[in-house]
């Protein structure tokens, strides 16, 4: 969109009388062909299209954002949310206009659309569903090493009717799956939560992946990925499983890559999916030549240590891919500390850091952060609350919102100077756009310079506030 904006003189001597006051020719006229999509944290402004503040550059003292296009660095694979069972219950129970006005607006395509172009789900239950459940769940002392009782019956109620509906609207939707615990028969506590899978059990497990993969792809659900284990050192949910290094390279190595070989299943199999303040997990899973070779890369939350640690895995590995998995926000959240710390630690820190995806946590909660399982997140708070038909629009909506709606999947990240006042991330569409995402990290305005090639700007950015810039 073209602005005409105008490039101001103003005199800064508030000494000087009337009669000393200079004379200026008319403001000169400019066109810039740059959109400006502005979010400040007093929510005055959400994802709003400017019409001011775009200037083209001229030689100035501000700091510059430089962007180099032909610096290249991962393809995206896209933002989103997980779809817990939860927040899949509430969408199904809303009716069915309500429903897909909602799923509209959250993966369409349209210029009021969020196009949210990742999902996750749980295999199984997370602890954000309203029962722990697993696809083979037996009464205690039975085993069933053939799987004969295998069913995912538990999310026909929610969760399919629900995926099916969103890839109606967007058929190509990235869907990545992970299961918070194995059946309890399966482990060694045999509880939904703690223990770890039992060594007699590895190969029957990696039988029930397969099985799941099918039983989805059978409903029309492709599952792009699959991480082998939520959280893997935290023992504290319900469900929940630990899973060692040394575990997990056993299991893919020896069980899940070729159970997955031989039934001639391509969905990607990716390691660790916790925490970036132990890279030595996912560094020994990939240094083992045999699990190496059956992994697509690693995935990561950020509940503790450092999100540049997601560089010192892929720096040892750099063949194999970086995701972004999971990042809450407790309720009843802030909207302006909120997007200042997801912007600069995930949908900025994140991708500057190789990861191929950025991903808030559950999607859906009720006013009460429901549905949650009997010691699963009691004060999770959702994309979005949904009461009834009623939706309430939270800080991970438009944080989600302000990147996936610009940067489409196989957009590729390009080079750009990080400023600590200025935290900033370019990508190149497939379409040929430039966008730049750029965060006001602190609590002034700031005046400042973007390079681009094609257009360089000068723009302002409130104090605290978000911009994405297209060209």
Not at 151 to 163: C, E, G, M, T
Not at 203 to 212: I, L, R
Not at 442 to 448: A, C, S, V
Request: hydrophobic content about 40%; aromatic content about 10%.
């Amino acid at each position: 969109m073209k602005f005409l904006l105008l490039a101001m003189l103003c005199c800064l001597n508030s000494a000087c009388s009337d009669d000393e006051m200079p004379v200026y020719n008319p403001p000169a006229q400019a066109e810039v062909n740059v959109d400006f999509y502005l979010t400040t944290p007093d929510q005055s402004s959400l994802i709003t299209l400017q019409q001011s503040n775009v200037f083209p550059l001229v030689t100035n003292n501000n700091p510059t954002i430089s962007i180099n296009e032909n610096e290249t660095f991962q393809e995206m694979d896209g933002f989103g949310f997980t779809l817990t069972g939860g927040s899949a219950q509430l969408i199904n129970n809303m009716s069915s206009g309500a429903r897909s006005s909602l799923l509209n607006e959250l993966f369409g395509n349209g210029e009021d659309d969020v196009a949210t172009s990742y999902l996750r789900i749980s295999i199984g239950a997370s602890d954000l569903d309203a029962t722990v459940f697993s696809y083979n769940d037996l009464s205690s002392g039975q085993t069933d090493v053939n799987l004969d009782n295998f069913s995912i019956n538990p999310d026909q109620a929610n969760l399919i009717p629900v995926l099916q509906e969103i890839l109606a609207i967007n058929p190509n939707i990235k869907i990545l799956a992970t299961p918070w615990s194995a059946p309890s028969w399966m482990k060694t506590n045999q509880s939904s939560v703690g223990g770890e899978l039992r060594t007699e059990y590895y190969g029957t497990y990696a039988n029930y992946f397969v099985k799941y993969i099918e039983a989805m792809q059978a409903e029309g659900i492709t599952i792009d990925a699959i991480t082998v284990q939520n959280e893997p050192e935290n023992p504290f949910n319900n469900p929940s499983m630990v899973m060692s290094a040394a575990q997990q390279i056993d299991f893919i190595g020896n069980h899940l890559g070729p159970a997955f070989a031989s039934a001639n299943i391509s969905t990607k199999i990716i390691a660790f999916d916790h925490n970036p303040d132990n890279t030595n997990y996912p560094i020994a899973v990939l240094n083992n030549a045999t699990a190496n070779s059956f992994i697509d890369g690693s995935a990561f939350h950020l509940y503790a240590g450092q999100i540049n640690n997601l560089s010192l895995v892929h720096n040892a590995h750099p063949d194999k891919n970086i995701y972004f998995t999971e990042q809450w926000i407790e309720a009843p959240g802030n909207f302006q500390e909120d997007i200042r710390w997801h912007f600069r630690e995930l949908m900025i820190g994140a991708p500057r850091n190789w990861s191929k995806n950025v991903l808030e946590w559950n999607l859906a909660a009720n006013p009460n952060n429901g549905p949650f399982t009997d010691g699963g997140c009691t004060n999770c708070l959702g994309a979005i609350t949904i009461d009834g038909n009623n939706i309430t629009r939270n800080s991970a909506y438009y944080i989600v919102a302000q990147v996936a709606k610009f940067v489409p999947v196989g957009s590729v990240r390009i080079g750009s100077n990080y400023l600590t006042d200025l935290p900033n991330v370019a990508y190149k569409t497939p379409n040929g756009n430039v966008v730049v995402l750029v965060l006001n990290n602190t609590d002034t305005q700031k005046n400042f310079n973007i390079n681009v090639q094609s257009e360089p700007i000068t723009t302002i950015l409130p104090a605290g506030s978000v911009g994405t810039y297209v060209w």
